[in-house]
């Protein structure tokens, strides 16, 4: 049985960071890519940024590119998501997922889901 839990989740003002992480078990962690999705109020979710099994690829979302940083602890079955100089379109509840295949990039099929953590950034 796969989980993954996030957290790390806050209330920060604009301009500050958060870092999230999530921790995951049930399967071998470091054969499968990871992705961060968040999913504001009224809107559908959406990809923030993914990392391949190795830790060794990365992908951003055009509006967190240059503020978030996605990286993985295979060795801690964790993947996490700093995210800096926050802005209140940022607010969000975030998802971490895991890919439905072991050692496949890019990623568009994720099988498993976190049960979400809530950001909010006031301005």
């Known amino acids: 049985q796969v989980q993954l839990v996030e957290s790390g989740g806050g209330l920060v003002q604009t301009g500050r960071s958060l870092r999230l992480s999530c921790a995951a078990s049930g399967r071998t962690f470091s054969s499968y890519s990871m992705g961060w999705f968040r999913q504001a109020p009224g809107k559908e979710r959406v990809f923030v940024a993914s990392?391949?099994?190795?830790?060794?690829?990365?992908e951003y979302a055009d509006s967190v590119k240059g503020r978030f940083t996605i990286s993985r602890d295979n060795a801690k079955n964790t993947v996490f998501l700093q995210m800096n100089s926050l802005k209140p379109e940022d607010t969000a509840v975030y998802y971490c997922?895991?890919?439905?295949?072991?050692?496949?990039?890019?990623?568009?099929?994720?099988?498993?889901w976190g049960q979400g953590t809530q950001v909010t950034v006031s301005s």
């Open positions: 990392i391949n099994w190795s830790g060794s690829t990365t």
């Open positions: 997922a895991q890919d439905r295949v072991p050692f496949l990039w890019p990623t568009r099929q994720y099988a498993y």
